[in-house]
């Protein structure tokens, strides 16, 4: 008598609460299913809070199921959900430790949200001093040009590539060289 082997299902369980294998979008989405009452007590136990917890799991199976192409078939789902949850939770906290700071300053200071940068833009700025300027001059003019076009009238590369008729590339060199002889020049004359 034939026997027939069983139908291999999209989601295999090897040893019952370690290894969860999927090999199709159908294995990850039923891998999930199944997932669910662990990603819930694991959220629970890193956000102390169930309200937070369902957040974090509606928040790991939306990335789950977003970047399911990431997912290697044939290796451990439990394993790629877990660390997405955890990569959530992780984001999650430091996000609320920002939120908490800012409004920490803001009950200490009410304006703070509305004070003036303290550095200023480029264009409400004095204008350069004597010495920097003259490191500036004292630059060969192929990379004063560039330094003056991208951090002085803050052209993009390409726009100044086009106005000196050379790659962007070369304006990227131009400037990354020219950088670092001004930094030179102000170092020695500081």
């Known amino acids: 008598m034939p026997t027939t082997a069983a139908p ?89 430790r920002r939120e908490k700071n800012a409004m920490r300053v803001l009950a200490s200071d009410p304006c703070a949200w509305t004070m003036p940068e303290r550095f200023a833009s480029p264009d409400s700025a004095a204008p350069l001093t004597p010495t920097t300027q003259g490191k500036l001059d004292a630059l060969p003019e192929t990379f004063r040009a560039v330094l003056k076009m991208v951090d002085l009238d803050e052209l993009t590369y390409r726009e100044a590539a086009n106005e000196l008729g050379v790659p962007v590339g070369t304006v990227m060199s131009r400037l990354h060289r020219g950088r670092k002889l001004l930094a030179t020049q102000m170092q020695e004359a500081a």
């Open 8 to 96: 291999v299902s999209a989601v295999q369980t090897r040893t019952a609460s370690t290894m969860l294998v999927a090999h199709d979008m159908k294995g990850i989405e039923t891998g999930l299913v199944t997932l669910l009452p662990e990603l819930r007590g694991r959220a629970c136990r890193l956000s102390g809070d169930p309200t937070t917890a369902d957040d974090i799991v509606q928040d790991t199976v939306e990335r789950a199921l977003k970047f399911s192409a990431q997912y290697e078939r044939g290796t451990n789902l439990r394993a790629w959900v877990y660390q997405i949850l955890f990569s959530v939770f992780v984001t999650r906290y430091r996000r609320t």
